[in-house]
Structures are given as C-alpha cells and as structure tokens.
C-alpha cells in the first residue's frame, strides 16, 4: 500500500508536531512550511507600540489642533 502523496495540514488532523528544538505546541502547516505555536509579546515591540500611540496623540493634539 502506498502512502498519500497530498500534503497534509496537521492543524486539521489534530496531530502536533515537535518544532525544531523539540517544541511541543508547533502546529506546522505542511504545504507551506509554516510554523505556529503559542508565545510572548517581547517587551521591546510592547514599548514600541506604547511609544506610537502616546506619540500619535500628542500630534494630533498638538498639529491638528486650531491652536
């Protein structure tokens, strides 16, 4: 008997896969070789993020204002 030749996605099948360094919550999509997986926010991007906002509204503030 031979195996399917059709790639299979493992998030529909419901079996995860071992990530590279032995992750035991990767999903990986076959056909495309992507891989997902439960993580953090790193607290750099977090700070960024806060940055634009506070900077987005102190330009609106400060350059669309009629002042």
Known sequence: MTQDPRPVD???SGKPSTGA????D????EP????ERSGHIP???????FGLI???IYYAI?????Y
């Open 21 to 24: 360094a032995g992750e035991p």
């Open 62 to 66: 400060r350059y669309w204002s009629s």
């Open 10 to 12: 493992q998030t529909m």
């Open 26 to 29: 990767v999903y990986r999509y």
């Open 43 to 49: 607290i750099w991007l977090k700070l960024v993020a």
């Open 32 to 35: 495309s070789g992507i891989r």
């Open 54 to 56: 506070v900077w987005g």
